[in-house]
């Protein structure tokens, strides 16, 4: 039976009916899977625990599809005690009414106890659907839930929808949504990366886990795919140059890297803010920066053109703003 979440740290759920795509999202997020190896996976056949070595360490539960959880033998209080979000995975393919009913006695069932579960609905497998089928489908699926829901008096549960395939980045955007919910602190985050956007006349900056490439927060200019993409494909560049080349750098500031994220003392951190510099290499016209932050953080922003001319005060900015971020960490842990 499942045991007790990390203590204090949010996690994910994953639920769904067998074959609606569970253990290829966990593989292709978080086990950097390519997207046409799922098609050999076996189906979930028990319940996985699938702990991350990310940011947040929130974990993935893969739970098999035709699993009662309802059933009074299970513990449900070890299962959604701890919980940040429920994410339920429709196969949008194939015949969904089966996994609506499901989802909604499930909703039904978790809302005298844990009415603050945020129940995230992935309607999945929708490449190769036309715009117009999405949005046909997402809006049937939505209509059957609020339904049913409102039928058993069940009103403004927090229920959101996201359309989603392994075979793009809409799988991760939509993991980005989901998780930048339970981030403490958030809008102070964003409020350091729009004055770095501002200061810098950056078009876009985003705080990735380099592990899972989600973004745990961003700037509040609207996020378009295609700078998404390249940041996060520029994150693998960048993985994969410092795995082949290695990166000098100083000891004290590898240290400081692979060191748990909350166990440094800020002065130490300061200490290292001289180390790294930004790293720059042009897409087409758009200049792009990565900079560590800790271990399980990277900034990457998208710069604008002639950003090379102006690197020193680049620089400058991006290290107070890293300084922000982690002092932002800092007093998440202090509240602890
Ligand atoms: P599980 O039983 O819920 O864990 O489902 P699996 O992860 O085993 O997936 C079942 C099948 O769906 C596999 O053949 C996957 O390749 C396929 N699949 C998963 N995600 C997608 C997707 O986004 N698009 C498409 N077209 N197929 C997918």
Redesign the pocket.
């Known amino acids: 039976a499942p045991g007790p979440a990390a203590k204090g740290k949010p996690r994910l759920l994953l639920m769904?009916?067998?074959?609606?795509?569970?253990?290829?999202?966990?593989?292709?997020v978080f086990h950097k899977m390519p997207?046409?190896?799922?098609?050999?996976?076996?189906?979930?056949a028990r319940i996985q625990k699938d702990s991350m070595h990310s940011f947040m360490d929130f974990q993935v539960w893969?739970f098999?599809?035709q699993v009662d959880f309802l059933d009074p033998s299970f513990d449900l209080d070890a299962i959604f005690g701890e919980i940040g979000a429920l994410i339920w995975?429709i196969?949008a393919?194939d015949d969904y009414l089966e996994a609506i009913n499901r989802l909604n006695s499930t909703i039904l069932n978790l809302q005298p106890s844990y009415p603050n579960v945020n129940v995230e609905v992935f309607i999945?497998?929708?490449?190769?659907l036309s715009d117009d089928y999405k949005l046909d489908i997402q809006r049937d699926i939505m209509q059957r839930i609020q339904d049913e829901l409102s039928d058993h008096g069940v009103e403004n549960a927090p229920i959101n929808f996201h359309l989603?395939?392994?075979?793009n980045h809409s799988?991760f955007e939509a993991f980005s949504k989901v998780i930048q919910k339970l981030i403490p602190h958030l809008p102070t985050l964003e409020a350091l990366l729009n004055d770095l956007c501002r200061a810098c006349r950056f078009e876009k900056a985003y705080l990735f886990d380099v592990l899972s490439k989600i973004y745990i927060a961003t700037d509040s200019s609207p996020v378009d795919m295609p700078s998404y993409e390249i940041c996060s494909d520029y994150i693998d560049v960048i993985v994969d140059v410092s795995e082949i080349y290695g990166w000098e750098r100083p000891k004290e500031y590898i240290e400081f890297l692979e060191g748990q994220p909350w166990s440094k003392k800020l002065e130490d951190q300061v200490a290292c803010r001289d180390a790294e510099s930004a790293i720059v290499l042009t897409d087409m016209k758009r200049p792009i920066m990565l900079r560590e932050v800790n271990k399980y953080l990277a900034l990457v922003a998208v710069m604008c053109e002639g950003s090379y001319e102006k690197m020193p005060s680049v620089t400058m900015n991006v290290e107070s703003t890293v300084k922000g971020l982690l002092e932002v960490f800092e007093i998440t842990k202090q509240r602890k």
């Open positions: 769904g009916q067998r074959r609606s795509g569970k253990s290829s999202i966990s593989s292709v997207p046409n190896e799922t098609l050999f996976l076996e189906s979930t893969d098999p599809g995975v196969d393919q999945h497998k929708v490449d190769g989603t395939s392994i075979y799988i």
